[in-house]
């Protein structure tokens, strides 16, 4: 699974159950009921029209975040994923969290402190955001650890997968770890005493540290009381015990348990009255001044810097901690008890994510899948000639990601071949696109590569790729200030027949492998010329300088992607009015702008059927009588992430995009983004068949509530319906099996 299960968010005691997998209703978002009651109201009185910009008819970004998350957190209940994926759901939703607390409510806080509270669409303002946010993250986290402890947990000790505590060490144990910390641990960690001479420590963001309370003088009569322990980095938070210790099943301890067994060994004829774990999450968005910034790179990797050590969000605690020790931190930390969170275990749970590489259990994971290759794309076969016969349609990671990743090779290596372009906003660590296209650029073609270093977590590695593509004689560029290059693209010039031709890539997600397995994303590869030949424009645009460019079938923001997705809508508005066949049906990850939100509304008021299948966060409220009746929206939450975008407008000649960009105000005004039509009528079928497969799903699927609530649809019983994802791998990869 991946981190980003990103993997680009209840007011009762606990989750809902029905986020368990069973059918029971959903606690609504607060705040929501009202609004559609007063909605409802005004509907039933005739001729009193309906305020699509009142607040009522809109849900708060954050807290629809925080409703997917909760999706998420519940695959770590469900008896129908392998144990293993169970416990990685969990951890998923822990890595979710924490990027939650460093980015948006980071940005939350920073809006209170400089007196900037500005209320969205939904009309709350940052402070009553907040404290509904500690309310519900609180709840969930108690929930988070009852999973881990009463069901996983036990679950793996069942399969003779252990985690032992310090009271469950035997004598064996007990004397190897004592080794183990003595030749590991101790040699590594600086133990910090706090008196006038050592101030409070700047810890790392997320980084493991203990807090302790100590009894008597040390060797220079100091008697402070306090000391802080870091782990560093460099050491591993879950060891696995070796077989001649233990060698029924597999065992493994925490480093915090170690250390917690060992802590006075720092601090010689003191005793340790407390030692707790804590650990602080802390505001991780960079910002850089478009006028002050003259090189990216640089600013950046002084703002990477920057980043570990922001201003705190969260301060996570050992469930026994006392109070005296937890004021002390958020003293420290200029944090309130709203940001403390008490936590029954590890308060680092995402790095027994390490987990996966040190078992060797197959049995308790998904089952494995090769992807498929369509015939024309197999290794071997000359990608030219493939794409030149016809269009070809990918869907990862269904189908392998792989085909790109030969097509550059094979253009680095094509005599004919002149230049290549490409954009790149993810990808993976030693990337082979990088590779290819530096081999490309060394045997003399033109390469030119648009990285976008600020994607949030990833600029580290960009600079580095960058750099790497620079040496091998590539023009790199790094997008344009203000506007970060979300545009997934591919252009490769090749001589025919003593012509220049053009051939092009276009996909939904990011030009990296390995996600490319978890994600799900379509790819069109095309030599079609008018769709080349905008991409070249697009390319023209992000590297060079001059006025807009129109593209003659794509569709670009900032210019005019959100214009036209308006245009869109109000034609199927128009033809609902007229009797005229009109349908929406959209795929997305999040669904924000408030513009794009009244245009869905006032279209499914003049009777527009419009499904939208959306997998985080939705500010629209369906299911409102007189605004909303024709609006369904559904959430699948699965094997794999689901994030390729799509947008499909039937009106008197359908039109369907595939596009990088969601339907969000910072994808439609502040980004570069392409949407790229498909124009072969058979691809779209294609894609409209597999759409509705999302849309008839039964097993992994969420329908959104009027009030915010999710309730999860179940299968009738007696069906041996299986899950959208499990049905396109049996379709379209290589190894065909039944499993949701």
């Not at 870091?230 to 493994?252: H, Q, Y």
């Not at 869907?395 to 090779?409: A, C, E, G, K, T």
């Not at 900032?558 to 109000?570: A, D, E, G, M, V």
């Not at 009106?651 to 995009?657: C, E, G, I, K, S």
Request: net charge negative; charged share 25%.
């Amino acid at each position: 699974m991946s981190k980003a299960f990103d993997l680009e968010e209840d007011n009762s005691q606990e989750i809902p159950s029905n986020h368990a997998g069973s059918e029971g209703d959903a606690a609504p978002v607060a705040g929501a009921s009202t609004a559609i009651n007063d909605a409802n109201t005004e509907a039933d009185v005739p001729n009193l029209p309906i305020d699509l910009n009142s607040s009522d008819l809109y849900l708060n970004r954050e807290l629809s975040y925080f409703q997917f998350n909760l999706r998420v957190l519940e695959q770590a209940r469900n008896p129908r994923h392998p144990l293993m994926e169970r416990l990685m759901f969990l951890l998923i939703f822990s890595s979710n969290l924490d990027e939650f607390y460093e980015i948006r409510v980071s940005g939350l806080k920073k809006q209170m402190e400089f007196g900037r509270q500005r209320p969205g669409a939904d009309g709350k303002y940052p402070d009553e955001i907040l404290k509904e946010i500690n309310q519900q993250v609180r709840i969930a986290v108690q929930q988070q650890y009852r999973i881990l402890n009463e069901e996983l947990f036990p679950s793996l000790a069942e399969q003779n997968i252990r985690f032992l505590y310090r009271h469950e060490w035997n004598k064996e144990l007990t004397v190897w770890a004592r080794e183990y910390f003595r030749d590991e641990v101790l040699p590594v960690i600086s133990p910090l005493g706090l008196d006038p001479a050592h101030p409070f420590p700047r810890l790392v963001n997320k980084s493991l540290n203990f807090i302790l309370s100590l009894e008597g003088k040390d060797a220079f009569g100091r008697d402070s009381g306090l000391a802080i322990v870091p782990a560093p980095r460099s050491l591993p938070r879950l060891i696995k015990v070796p077989t001649s210790i233990m060698p029924d099943g597999d065992n493994f301890i925490f480093l915090s348990s170690i250390i917690h067994a060992h802590v006075e060994e720092f601090f010689p004829g003191m005793r340790v009255k407390e030692c707790h774990q804590f650990r602080v999450t802390r505001n991780s968005d960079l910002e850089m001044s478009n006028i002050e910034v003259q090189d990216v790179a640089s600013a950046l990797q002084g703002e990477l810097h920057m980043r570990r050590f922001g201003t705190a969000a969260k301060l996570e605690v050992g469930a026994g901690c006392p109070r005296e020790l937890t004021d002390f931190l958020l003293q420290r930390f200029n944090l309130t008890e709203d940001d403390l969170f008490r936590l029954d275990g590890p308060v680092n749970l995402q790095r027994l994510m390490t987990l996966t590489s040190m078992l060797n259990r197959p049995d308790l994971s998904f089952p494995t899948f090769t992807p498929g290759t369509p015939a024309a794309l197999e290794e071997g076969n000359c990608m030219f000639t493939a794409v030149t016969k016809e269009d070809q349609l990918l869907l990862h990671p269904f189908q392998s990601f792989m085909p790109i990743i030969d097509w550059v090779r094979q253009a680095a290596k094509d005599a004919g071949v002149l230049s290549i372009k490409q954009t790149l906003y993810r990808t993976n660590e030693s990337s082979e696109l990088v590779e290819a296209l530096s081999e490309a650029a060394r045997n003399g073609k033109e390469v030119t590569v648009v990285i976008e270093l600020r994607a949030r977590f990833d600029e580290k590695e960009n600079i580095q790729f960058a750099s790497k593509l620079q040496e091998a004689g590539a023009v790199v560029v790094y997008g344009v200030m203000g506007y970060k290059t979300h545009a997934k693209m591919l252009l490769i010039v090749r001589r025919e027949g003593g012509k220049l031709k053009r051939y092009a890539h276009l996909g939904t997600g990011n030009y990296h492998r390995k996600t490319s397995l978890v994600y799900t994303d379509y790819g069109l590869l095309t030599c079609d010329e008018v769709m080349c030949a905008d991409v070249h424009k697009v390319f023209q645009q992000i590297t060079g300088m001059g006025k807009r460019i129109v593209p003659e079938v794509m569709i670009h923001a900032p210019f005019r992607l959100k214009k036209s997705l308006i245009r869109f809508i109000q034609q199927e508005k128009s033809a609902a009015q007229e009797g005229r066949p009109a349908r929406i049906l959209a795929k997305m990850n999040s669904l924000t702008d408030p513009d794009i939100i009244r245009e869905l509304y006032s279209a499914a008021q003049s009777g527009v059927k419009i499904d939208l299948i959306i997998r985080g966060i939705c500010c629209l409220k369906p299911g409102i009588a007189g605004v909303s009746e024709n609006i369904r929206v559904v959430s699948i939450i699965g094997r794999f992430l689901e994030h390729s975008r799509v947008y499909y407008f039937e009106n008197n000649t359908p039109q369907l995009y595939c596009a990088s960009a969601d339907w969000m105000e910072r994808n439609l005004m502040h980004r570069i983004e392409v949407a790229f039509p498909i124009l072969k009528k058979k691809l779209m079928n294609r894609i409209l068949e597999e759409l509705q497969m999302y849309l008839d799903d039964h097993c992994q699927s969420w329908d959104l509530q009027s009030d915010g609530s999710y309730i999860r649809n179940v299968l009738p019983e007696g069906s041996n319906t299986e899950q959208v994802q499990t049905r396109l791998l049996n379709q379209l990869a290589t190894v065909r099996y039944s499993s949701v």
